[in-house]
């Protein structure tokens, strides 16, 4: 997954500008964004402080790494339930 080029602390300010009454499309001229990524950082970030948007970003890296990790203890499963299945 690409790494945003926007820290939290960025995006959050970016969010709380547009909360204030700025225009958006003179916030994404200004901070180069489209209006659906202001509109996305809204929905995700809004009303959320900087330190709990880090930890909102490490958790969901935690929970990115657990699902790989299961999507593969699955995957070695189904393969050791179809050998144990075949008849020797």
Known sequence: MRKSRFSEAQIIAVVREHDAG???EELCRRHGI???TLYKWKA???GLTVPEAKRLRGLEDENRRLK???AES???NQAL???LSKKW
């Open 22 to 24: 700025a225009k958006v």
């Open 34 to 36: 489209s209006s659906t």
């Open 44 to 46: 995700k970030f809004g």
């Open 68 to 70: 790989h990790l299961l």
């Open 74 to 76: 699955m995957l070695d």
């Open 81 to 83: 339930k179809g050998l």
